[in-house]
């Protein structure tokens, strides 16, 4: 599949799963594509102490790591509530600091003026991130394991 196949898809099935997992109310859903064409998706985790929650694609991302597949592409879609529109978050800070684990070529879903569902490089969201001080050689990434 080509990026815009991949990203259509991704897209679709994070919607039915939200739509599933939350029929009422609000609802978000995280979704990553693999390089080995696996696709996880996760939702935001509950808990009472809002201080211990974690990131609605965190999940998705973990499943990624515990099969030791790359990731490739992320998207993040929540709606208000079941009469609402679906809506693409970018990832925060966090989720790219993450997501940079596999890469800055990892293309990730992001909000746009129109709602239209779009995708970027990760380095496109932080072109002055701070491993630019580092040889690339020398920082923890993910290593191709039938390399």
């Known amino acids: ?56 694609e965190t999940g998705a991302m973990c499943e990624a790591q515990k ?30 600091e993450r997501l940079r684990y596999w890469g800055e070529d990892v293309r990730v879903g992001v909000t746009t003026d129109d709602g239209s569902l779009r995708f970027v490089p990760l380095r496109t969201l932080q072109p002055y991130h701070w491993t630019r001080a580092y040889p690339p050689a020398e920082q923890e990434h993910y290593v191709d394991p039938r390399e």
């Not at 929540?78 to 989720?95: H, K, M, Q, Y």
Request: charged share 15%.
């Open 67 to 96: 099969y030791n597949e790359r990731i490739t592409h992320c998207l993040c879609v929540v709606r208000e509530d079941e009469n609402a529109p679906f809506t693409v978050l970018s990832p925060c800070g966090i989720c790219q």
């Open 1 to 56: 599949m080509n990026n815009a196949e991949i990203e259509t898809k991704m897209y679709e099935m994070a919607v039915a799963f939200l739509q599933k997992r939350f029929p009422t109310g609000w609802g978000g859903v995280g979704i990553v594509h693999t390089a080995q064409g696996s696709f996880f998706t996760s939702v935001a985790l509950e808990c009472a102490n809002a201080s211990a929650l974690l990131c609605i």
